[in-house]
């Protein structure tokens, strides 16, 4: 049977076996493959999103520190499971894109009260968990 080349962009090629079949059904074979192809790159980003989210939790976990939320202070554990549930709503939505975007909906204020989630370690003054969680995942990033 012969075989044919199609390039659909800059470097992307297909090769087809080629049968008698119209322009109608080789287009659909194409989308079906571009549909694909940003699937996995989407499944790609979001494992790469949950992988940084968890080591946030991890570093949240393991910092010790204290969680102030609704005006009480909670330990670290506590905070992480607040905020594992929190993302598990916001992932059953689809809503979630970026590990910035989970620190803005989930981690940075109360979803009934509006009031501002802080983080204080050890002997220091409370930050907005906003920025201190900001801090940890540069260094989680290597930034």
């Known amino acids: 049977m012969p ?3 199609f390039c659909i962009a800059d470097g992307v090629c297909v ?4 049968y008698q079949v119209s322009i109608h ?3 659909q074979v194409l989308v079906v ?8 790159v989407a499944f790609a980003q979001n494992k790469g999103v949950s992988q940084e989210i968890t080591a946030l939790l991890e570093k949240l976990e393991s910092s010790q520190c204290e969680f102030n939320r609704n005006g009480s202070w909670y ?4 905070a992480r499971s607040h905020l594992e549930r929190k993302l598990a709503y916001i992932e059953a ?3 979630l894109k970026s590990t910035e975007q989970f620190i803005e909906l989930a ?6 009260t509006g009031q501002a989630y802080q983080v204080r370690c050890h002997a220091t003054q409370a930050v907005p968990s906003q920025e201190w969680l900001m801090s940890q995942l540069k260094e989680i ?3």
């Open 141 to 143: 990033r290597g930034r």
């Open 15 to 18: 090769m087809a076996v080629v």
């Open 33 to 40: 493959s571009c549909v694909w192809g940003m699937a996995s």
């Open 107 to 112: 981690a940075t204020q109360s979803s009934f």
């Open 25 to 27: 059904s080789l287009i």
């Open 75 to 78: 330990g670290a554990s506590k």
């Open 93 to 95: 939505r689809g809503e």
């Open 3 to 5: 075989s044919k080349v």
